[in-house]
T-cell receptor, first 115, second 111 residues
Framework: DAMVIQNPRYQVTQFGKPVTLSCSQTLNHNVMYWYQQKSSQAPKLLFHYYDKDFNNEADTPDNFQSRRPNTSFCFLDIRSPGLGDAAMYLCATSRTGGLAKNIQYFGAGTRLSVL | GESVGLHLPTLSVQEGDNSIINCAYS??????FIWYKQESGKGPQFIID?????DKRQGQRVTVLLNKTVKHLSLQIAATQPGDSAVYFC??????????FGGGTRLMVKP
């Protein structure tokens, strides 16, 4: 059973039209991450949450925002998608304690197309 | 900051042969390493990890070797199967407790 669930799997939006991607987890992990992955490249971290504390990467554009209303859910908002934002968006979770800390568990991703 | 690289972008092996995927990292203080497998259209899947107090760790058909002297990490897959075809990423835990991913090696298994 999927433990990190991303919806939708495929999202098509228009240039400049806001879009929201969602992620939920059943692992009860306290850390959640959003990555952007362009074809055949390594995932690039956009931001992460330690519990409710939001941590933005220095080079993440302001166009990308995130919300985490509770432990289980996290959202990625792209306020004005550009053509360059077309990519796979990956959500991941981890916990900060225990033997398996630092292992990030990924969802299947949402592939975003911008027309 | 940490940089992580893989030695080959593509590796092609015959079914049944062993595969070796290599990775180099830059920070000698790095103490935790993970290998991920990413199949087409899916998210990265955890394969195996290793801490710097070990130089070898084995899983089911996979072995990770860590050489801290030359800052090199490898993933060995025994008796490679068609289902092993994927992109493999190594990841290193950096000073901020985040993972830095290498560029990925695409493994292609020939029947």
């Amino acid at each position: 059973d999927a433990m990190v669930i991303q919806n939708p799997r495929y999202q098509v939006t228009q240039f400049g039209k806001p879009v929201t991607l969602s992620c939920s987890q059943t692992l009860n992990h306290n850390v959640m991450y959003w990555y952007q992955q362009k074809s055949s490249q390594a995932p690039k971290l956009l931001f992460h949450y330690y519990d409710k504390d939001f941590n933005n990467e220095a080079d993440t554009p302001d166009n990308f925002q995130s919300r985490r209303p509770n432990t289980s859910f996290c959202f990625l908002d792209i306020r004005s998608p550009g053509l360059g934002d077309a990519a796979m968006y990956l959500c991941a979770t981890s916990r900060t304690g225990g033997l398996a800390k630092n292992i990030q568990y990924f969802g299947a991703g949402t592939r975003l197309s911008v027309l | 900051g940490e940089s992580v690289g893989l030695h080959l972008p593509t590796l092609s092996v015959q079914e049944g042969d062993n595969s070796i995927i290599n990775c180099a990292y830059s920070n000698s203080a790095s103490d935790y390493f993970i290998w991920y497998k990413q199949e087409s259209g899916k998210g990265p899947q955890f394969i195996i990890d290793i801490r710097s107090n070990m130089d070898k760790r084995q899983g089911q058909r996979v072995t990770v070797l860590l050489n801290k002297t030359v800052k090199h990490l490898s993933l060995q897959i025994a008796a490679t199967q068609p289902g092993d075809s994927a992109v493999y990423f190594c990841a290193v835990l950096n000073a901020g407790n985040m993972l830095t991913f290498g560029g990925g090696t695409r493994l292609m298994v020939k029947p």
